[in-house]
Each structure stands twice: as structure tokens, then as C-alpha cells.
């Protein structure tokens, strides 16, 4: 099974194959050798390295969010040779979409406001990082449904900032 996993903004490609009880599992091409057990519905256990981890998952409407210890990450997964996959992509300006902040860093500006209509392209959010300023701009024609950030606030790589319906 081949996976685009995408964790707090960065991407990754995740393969993996079952052989008897124990999974291969290559991450960007480079092999990890893992143990997983399935501990109870939305939770999994996995020994990697001679370290063990227990992964909760959080599903909302909107997205889904990955708890290993007490820190929280934005996640995505997506199976390409899924049909239900491709047919998404295909109509990808359909349904409300969200801005994220693709690294840490400070909101500095915010350029558009709630209810407000926007093009493709258009700038919504400037957030700044190691002193560089990023215009995070809407991914499709739309709404401005919601903002979830102020200027001054910090956000984390993959922090949901707007969402553009």
C-alpha cells in the first residue's frame, strides 16, 4: 500500500507492506522497521527502533489531527490509486477549503475579513517566520467562511489559519 502523508504541512510518501504479523515500511524511500498493534479504535501502538509510541486519532469535520504523547499534529492521508481520491482532486474547488501555515511563526497581517470574497490567489494571511514574510493565499474562488487566527497570534506548522468556502 503506497500513502502522500502529509504531517503539520511537510509531505511524505509512506509504503507499506504486510508480511505475516510484522509490516515493511519505507518513509521517503528509506526502510523502517516497525511492530504495530491496533490497541483500540482511533488508537495504535507502534515499537520503531526499539521505541514504543501510542498514535491517537482525531477526526473532525474539516480535518484530522495525529496525538503522539501530548503533542498534536495536523494530518492528512491520501491513497493515490484511490478512486475516491482522484475524483476529489479532480473537482478540488468544490466544499470549503483551509489555509494553513505551512511553518511556525507570527501572524503579522491579516489582509481579508470574514464573509469577504476572494479570488485563487488572492492573499489572505501574512505570517512571518526567521524574519521572512509569507502571504498564504486562498487555494480556490470563494468566501472567506472563517479566521481562525488574530494578528500577533503564533501559529505551528499546519495550524488551520482561514477557511475559504
Not at 501572524?107 to 521572512?132: D, F, Q, S, T, W
Request: with cysteine.
Amino acid at each position: 500500500m503506497i500513502y502522500d502523508v502529509t504531517i503539520d504541512g511537510k509531505d511524505y510518501r509512506l509504503e507499506l507492506d504486510r508480511v505475516g504479523e510484522q509490516w515493511n515500511c519505507k518513509l521517503d524511500g528509506r526502510e523502517i522497521q516497525i511492530d504495530a498493534a491496533l490497541a483500540r479504535r482511533d488508537v495504535i501502538s507502534l515499537l520503531i527502533g526499539g521505541q514504543a509510541f501510542e498514535i491517537k486519532r482525531e477526526i473532525t469535520d474539516l480535518d484530522m489531527h495525529l496525538w503522539v504523547g501530548s503533542t498534536r499534529y495536523a494530518a492528512d492521508l491520501r491513497d493515490p490509486r484511490s478512486y475516491r481520491n482522484r475524483r476529489a482532486s479532480a473537482r478540488d474547488d468544490q466544499g470549503p477549503k483551509k489555509l494553513v501555515a505551512p511553518m511556525p511563526g507570527k501572524v503579522v497581517r491579516i489582509l481579508v475579513g470574514p464573509g469577504e470574497e476572494v479570488e485563487a490567489g488572492h492573499g489572505v494571511v501574512i505570517v512571518e517566520a526567521m524574519k521572512m514574510q509569507n502571504e498564504i493565499k486562498s487555494p480556490k474562488k470563494g468566501r472567506i467562511g472563517r479566521l481562525e487566527v488574530t494578528e500577533g497570534a503564533a501559529v505551528n506548522a499546519g495550524d488551520v489559519l482561514a477557511v475559504v468556502e
